[in-house]
């Protein structure tokens, strides 16, 4: 996307605005299908939970790509595209049985991630084939960052427990039909990864219905110059064959599935935020735009870094800033940045802002979310009108209260 695209939409839509570009999208998404090309059936659901705008998943189920969903809503707004619910994964962590049989009834694959629900889930409807979700608990050298569903997760059932699953499917009359892994760390180490796989395939061998087995997600981009990103060509070349090989010991065919979020549409989106106010204190310039972690929260929840670029003034002289929120707490998006020179109005642009942004977003300081824009083939299209204050009031019920309270009130 170029600033002077990016600065005309700012100005036709006003500020803030996410601009998602679907061609990244694609790019990103055919990346990861030809990595896996030697995987006879491949399937990739979308997080929906990574951004959630109905033209995004109708987008997703374009390219051919199934749903990963964590909740009943987000099965609904998947429904919106038309997509068969076949397509649709349902995974989600400690939710209530009630639930998931509301999201079974509407023919979507179900995961269960615990033995309580599994065992009732089985008892009720033997006749609807699930997936369970495994926690391999893998720690590679002590290091926690690459460390796979640690053993204190609240994640995933036990490898520990597998005979107990396989109980419970022998009292139940069950099938299990797929089994699952989302470790949620950052893919870096590809060999703790195929460890972790090792141990899906054992847990698979253990079952004699299985159709597929999902390998989550947790591809990392880069968010910043130097950062390092997953090898996703490495890992396709290597788990593909590992895969291949488990499905003649099996002797099936079975589907390799994962279900990235991140990795297909961090990179497509950016967020545009306005400067109101550049404030020079003895020691720091504060930029302060008009927004704050209720639009963007990732930096202040996480700690992530974005990326920001001045779009209104590119090729100025390089200072540094602070940009900041309006919001009345401490909402730093970025310390001593440097950034071409801002002046009070110029449009910043905040990188990687497709995934966890937009669907985070609240309406704390009683602020309105943000419009969003999609570009197809480089034609803007408004798919997410900004709030007014009816939607502010939406849902709140006025209630009669004495006209004087004092009165009311006995000492
Ligand atoms: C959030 C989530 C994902 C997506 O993770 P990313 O890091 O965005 O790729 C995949 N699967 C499940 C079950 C999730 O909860």
Redesign the pocket.
């Known amino acids: 996307m170029e600033n002077t695209q990016l600065l005309e939409l700012a100005n036709k839509y006003g500020s803030p605005l996410y601009v998602y570009d679907t061609d990244k999208i694609a790019s990103q998404y055919n990346r990861l299908t030809d990595a896996f090309s030697d995987v006879k059936n491949l399937k990739l659901n979308y ?1 929906v ?2 951004l959630s705008n109905i033209n995004i998943l109708k987008f997703f189920k374009n390219l051919g790509a199934g749903l ?1 969903t ?1 909740s009943h809503q987000e099965v609904q707004l998947g429904l919106t595209t038309g997509i068969d619910p076949k397509k649709i994964i349902f ?1 989600p ?1 400690g939710v209530s049985l009630q639930e998931i049989e509301e999201v079974a009834k509407l023919g979507v694959q179900i ?1 269960i991630d615990n033995l309580s629900i599994l065992e009732q889930f089985g008892q009720k409807y033997p006749d609807i084939p699930v997936c369970i ?1 495994i926690n391999p608990h893998i720690m590679a050298g002590g290091n926690s960052k690459i460390s796979v569903g640690h053993i204190d997760s609240k994640f995933g059932i036990s490898i520990h427990q597998v005979p107990h699953i396989k109980r419970v499917v022998e009292n139940t009359g069950m099938n299990i039909n797929g089994i ?1 892994m ?1 470790t ?1 760390s ?1 893919i870096l180490d590809i060999d703790t990864f195929l460890r972790a796989t090792e141990i899906l395939f054992d847990v698979a061998k253990q079952f004699d219905n299985i159709d597929f087995i999902d390998f ?4 990392k981009v880069p968010y910043k110059e130097g950062d390092i990103s997953t090898d996703i060509e490495q890992l396709g070349l290597q788990l593909s064959e590992r895969f291949n090989q488990f499905c003649e010991e099996y002797g099936k065919d079975l589907t390799l599935m994962f ?6 549409v ?1 990179e497509a989106g950016v967020f545009l935020a306005k400067v109101n106010v550049v404030k020079q204190t003895t020691s720091t310039v504060f930029a302060h735009v008009d927004s704050g972690f209720n639009h963007l929260v990732r930096p202040m929840m996480y700690n992530s870094y974005h990326n920001i670029t001045n779009i209104s003034n590119p090729k100025g002289r390089d200072r540094y800033y602070s940009v900041v929120g309006y919001i009345c707490e401490t909402d730093t998006f970025g310390s001593n940045r440097r950034i071409s020179e801002i002046s009070e109005e110029d449009v910043l642009c905040f990188h990687n802002a497709g ?2 942004c937009f669907s985070m977003a609240s309406n704390y300081n009683s602020r309105y979310l943000p419009a969003e824009v999609m570009l197809v083939n480089g034609q803007d299209y408004l798919i997410r009108k900004r709030q007014t204050i009816q939607d502010i009031l939406h849902n709140q019920e006025e209630v009669e209260l004495p006209k004087n309270l004092s009165e009311e009130v006995t000492v």
Request: without cysteine; glycine residues 16%.
């Open positions: 997080a939970k990574a990963d964590v995974t962590n995961n979700r699952h989302h949620g950052d989550g997600s947790g591809f279900e990235p979020g991140k990795f297909l961090s995934a966890y």
